[in-house]
Each structure stands twice: as C-alpha cells, then as structure tokens.
C-alpha cells in the first residue's frame, strides 16, 4: 500500500472535512504557476501592504489581496506611487503581471475568474486564507466554495511532521490458525495449544486492526475467522514509521517474549506464554477469560 492508500482507509483522515483539511499545517496544494510546477500552502504571514482586488469567481465576489513580489516587475515599479496611477493602467498591469497567479486562483478553485476592479476598504470584510505560492503572497475571501474546493485529502502532505507523529495502535502477532469453537470454549490454565505455524510464518504487526505489516511491506488485515497468537502488550506505531514500512519492508521481530494473548473475533480467549511441548512450539495457557 501507498502512503495515500493508508491513510484514505483511516477514518481520522479521510473522514476530515474540508475547513479541517484547509486549517491542517500540513496543507500543501500541489499548483501550476505559468510554467512552474509549484506548491500553495497556507497560514502564510499578514501582507503589510498589498493591491486589494474585487473579483468574481463565477457568481460569487470575492477579494483577492496581492502582496508585493518581484515577480510582478512593473506592478513594482509603480508599487509605491500605485494610488496615483489611474486604475485602469493599474488593472491593466496587476493582469499582465499577476495573470499567472490569477490563473492559480482559477485552476485551484476550479471557478472562472473575472477581474471586476479595485476593492473599496472595507469591501468583504471577511475571514481570507493567507496563501502563499514560490515568491507571491496572497489572502482570498474564505469563502465554502473556496474551502470545498481546495479542501482536499490529496492535498495534505504526508511528508509533513503533522501527519508522520500521529500514532496508531499496534500488536505484533505471531501466529493465526483455526480452532474448533469447542476447544476455544474448552480451554483450562495449564493446557497446551500448538503452534506449527510458528516456525514457518514470520511475525506480523497489526496496525490499527486495518493493516498488517510484514516482509512485504503493508497491506490491509484481515481477521480471516482466525485464532491469532499476539503479544499481550499494546504499541504504538507512528503513521512515519507506517508509511516507511510501506516502502521499504522488514521483518517484525522473528520469536515472542514474554506474556501473550489467545484471541478470536477481537476478544482474548486466554493468556499465556510460548514454550516448548516436545518438538513443538506451543502456546501455554496461564489465565483464561471463562
């Protein structure tokens, strides 16, 4: 499984509404920017001074404020004497030169953008996302069809430390076999189940209850109707460490030590220890839960 698959099959994640999505630290949009491949992220700092600007995106106005860059290289020019200069010569330039970023706008929001003119002080004073993209800083009106659109799953980072430090629940298992109903039901302190398996499959970590890690790599669990022999304490797996296993598989730790614990159908049937019963692998019953 891929990084994006693991996390698509955790409700926490993919579960996450859009303002959630849009608020994360890890919100990174992947965007064109003319010709460069780039990336809008968010939470970027207040512009001190920028162009207000009173756009449409199809039906909806909004306010779109640019700060000022050097990529806007005659927008700069008149930048500090930009309240003398007529606003159509003004627009004129804002469009020549931030043309691309106004696309950006587009694209992300997939809304036709109409440059209507300069915004009034005052005009949609409302909450705006601080965006920023290579060497431009902009807000836009946070509007719900700005959030619905760019409010992504796909666009959070899975690299970021957000996502990489959240932790799952995990349990190595050791072995999984089927055993009658009778002799689950039967089972008393003292009494021996065999473990063949033990020797051949190498051990697992279930994560979660969804994913099994093993030699090659992560896939999703499934309980099968099995017995499983897991270990009796808990961990804890970071999504990191998850989505490195994914890509770059090993083996979970080859034999049990220490307590362990008999379960079916998420219940624990019984604990107990791994020893030896002639040849044999066998998992000693200590303690029961009958």
């Given amino acids: 499984m891929k990084p994006f698959e693991i996390v698509s099959s955790l409700p926490?994640?993919?579960?996450l509404a859009p303002d959630a999505i849009v608020d994360?630290?890890?919100?990174?949009m992947p965007c064109r920017l003319g010709d460069e491949s780039v990336t809008l992220t968010l939470g970027a700092a207040h512009p001190a001074d920028a162009i207000r600007l009173s756009v449409m995106?199809?039906?909806?106005?909004?306010?779109l404020s640019l700060?000022?860059?050097?990529?806007?290289?005659?927008?700069?020019?008149?930048w500090d004497s930009r309240a003398d200069?007529?606003?159509?010569?003004l627009l004129a330039l804002v469009e020549k030169d931030a043309g691309p970023v106004l696309q950006l706008v587009e694209n992300a929001v997939r809304r036709q953008l109409r440059l209507v003119g300069l915004a009034e002080q005052g005009e949609a004073e409302q909450p705006v996302l601080f965006a920023q993209v290579a060497d431009v800083v902009f807000t836009l009106t946070r509007s719900a069809t700005v959030v619905s659109a760019i409010g992504s799953l796909r666009n959070i980072d899975l690299t970021h430390e957000a996502v990489r430090s959240a932790e799952l629940p995990a349990v190595a298992e050791y072995a999984a076999f089927t055993l009658p109903s009778g002799d689950a039901a039967g089972l008393a302190v003292g009494d021996a189940v065999l473990l063949p398996e033990l020797a051949s499959s190498?051990?697992?970590?279930?994560?979660?209850?969804?994913?099994?890690?093993?030699?090659?790599g992560v896939s999703?669990?499934?309980?099968?109707?099995?017995?499983h022999v897991v270990d009796a304490a808990q961990k804890t797996i970071s999504l990191g460490e998850l989505f490195d296993a994914a890509g770059n598989p090993g083996a979970v730790k080859d034999r049990p030590s220490g307590e362990l614990r008999l379960v079916a159908g998420g219940k624990t049937l019984a604990i107990g220890r791994l020893d030896r019963l002639g040849d044999q692998d066998a998992f000693i019953v200590d303690s029961t839960s009958h």
Wanted: charged share 30%; proline share 11%.
């Fill in 85 to 89: 200069v007529p606003e159509p010569i």
């Fill in 220 to 227: 999703h669990y499934s309980d099968g109707d099995l017995v």
């Fill in 67 to 78: 700060a000022r860059s050097p990529r806007f290289k005659e927008l700069d020019a008149v």
């Fill in 57 to 63: 995106l199809e039906d909806e106005p909004h306010v």
């Fill in 12 to 15: 926490q994640w993919s579960g």
């Fill in 202 to 216: 190498p051990a697992r970590l279930i994560v979660d209850g969804r994913f099994a890690v093993d030699e090659n």
């Fill in 24 to 28: 994360s630290p890890a919100f990174a």
